[in-house]
Nanobody, 125 residues
Framework: QVHLVESGGGLVQAGGSLRLSCAAS????????MGWFRQAPGKEREFVST????????YYTDSVKGRFTISRDNAKNMVYLQMNSLKPEDTAVYYC??????????????????WGQGTQVTVSS
């Protein structure tokens, strides 16, 4: 599988911005659909965003549309999540994930077989 390491989390005030990065190991990065999920205390891990293998298709959960942007740089084996206009409800541990299948619903956790260690994002009010 692919090994994933997230970075870029931190503490930010409401309305601020953060950019999360995910570094993938190996030479098969383009074989994976990449996604971001998040988990807040006491809540289940939830889908945030997914990007297709080529980067041409992007999907977002409704709560982050217009504020978050997912992107990937296949030459660098990197995927990013630019988070703008952050809200306290965005506070969570954010996880990078990878899956091989390129069809079906973009938001199913069970389809993602590789996960990073997570990075904490805290938005103060």
């Amino acid at each position: 599988q692919v090994h994933l390491v997230e970075s870029g989390g931190g503490l930010v005030q409401a309305g601020g911005s953060l950019r999360l990065s995910c570094a993938a190991s190996g030479r098969t990065f383009t074989s994976y659909v990449m996604g971001w999920f998040r988990q807040a205390p006491g809540k289940e891990r939830e889908f945030v965003s997914t990007i297709s293998k080529s980067g041409s298709n992007r999907y977002y959960t409704d709560s982050v549309k217009g504020r978050f942007t997912i992107s990937r740089d296949n030459a660098k084996n990197m995927v990013y999540l630019q988070m703008n206009s952050l809200k306290p409800e965005d506070t969570a541990v954010y996880y990078c994930a990878a899956r091989e299948r390129s069809w079906g619903p973009p938001n199913r956790k069970v389809d993602f077989g590789a996960w990073g260690q997570g990075t904490q994002v805290t938005v103060s009010s």
